[in-house]
């Protein structure tokens, strides 16, 4: 069964992702996170231009860090707030972050202001609204979908249009990515996210990092549940988080053993390497 899943997915990522010629590039629908999320996106669209690959990139008007480029086509589409309500919301959200970093993520479920991701969460919505938008995406015939999943958008995106979809992430937010996957993850081997333990974790820590699995079943399907709505709306049935996620066809993990300890992973989980920032300048010379 896996041999016959890799190789279903493995020439998709080498037809889209890895040809340098023209004659078989491939027609991308790109979906990003704003953010320093783009930061790292951005350079891997940059080669799959140089490359030969169509992009077309899907992006709101407002945002941080998006931005039109001469090398990809750009589709925008409006949204109900201005960059001057996310920065206010993010403020709000960075000043309360300080105040409770020592809390459990049950309390921060109660505590921390959450107009800041509902806006993320929520854009989606306002790329449906675009009749015009959606009606281009149903008519342009795409190779795949290669998105950033923290928002969920690309996610949706790709069920809708029933395309195979690249994700590109860190590591997803919450459990999802290992049910979405069908990954093991046992609580006993490998640590949670946030906490800092190795694969060697003690009995008192295993016991942690179960309670911290049970805050986080119960934190996530909060803090996600705009975007499930939202999806819900669009697709026109009731959707989980496990639907989105479980969709993906390949996973490109910005990480690898070294920064992570090991884990296990599927087949079509492929480890890139630590790409998390801008691309470093040279160090200046000085003189002895």
């Known amino acids: ?39 790292t996106m951005s350079s891997v669209v940059e080669q799959l231009v140089q490359r030969g690959h169509e ?21 925008t589409y409006s949204l109900s707030y201005s960059i001057e309500d996310v920065n206010r919301e ?9 105040k409770i970093r020592e809390q459990n993520l049950l309390s921060m479920m109660m505590t921390t202001p959450t107009q800041f991701f509902d806006y993320f969460f929520s854009h989606c919505k306002s ?5 015009k938008l959606v009606r281009y995406l149903e008519e342009t015939s ?3 979908v290669f998105l950033d999943p923290f928002d969920m958008c690309g996610l949706i995106l790709a069920k809708y249009l029933s395309l195979p979809s690249v994700v590109f992430t860190r590591g997803a937010f919450c459990y999802f990515q290992d049910e979405g996957t069908q990954c093991p ?10 906490l800092g333990f190795s694969d060697t974790m003690t009995f008192r820590e295993r016991v942690q990092n179960l309670l911290f699995h049970v805050q986080e079943r119960l934190f996530c399907r909060y803090f996600l549940k705009t975007a499930v709505d939202a999806a819900s ?12 996620y479980s969709q993906a066809s390949i996973w490109l993990l910005r990480t690898d053993f070294v920064l992570d300890y090991p884990k296990p992973v599927m087949p079509n989980m492929v480890f890139i390497g630590g790409i998390n920032c801008h691309a470093g300048k040279p160090l200046t010379q000085c003189g002895t």
């Open 127 to 131: 790329l449906f609204e675009d009749r």
């Open 233 to 244: 709306e669009i697709l026109q049935t009731t959707i989980t988080p496990y639907d989105l």
């Open 1 to 39: 069964m896996a041999l016959t899943v890799l190789a279903g997915l493995l020439p998709l990522s080498v037809c889209l992702l890895l040809t340098p010629g023209p004659t078989e590039a491939g027609r991308l629908l790109v979906v990003p996170m704003d953010g320093s999320h783009w930061f």
């Open 185 to 194: 993850s046992p609580l006993s081997y490998v640590p949670r996210g946030l």
């Open 90 to 98: 993010f403020k709000r959200f960075v000043d309360v972050q300080w």
């Open 142 to 144: 795409f190779d795949a």
């Open 55 to 75: 992009l077309v990139v899907v992006m709101p008007e407002v945002s941080w860090q998006l931005k039109k480029s001469f090398n990809f086509t750009v589709k």
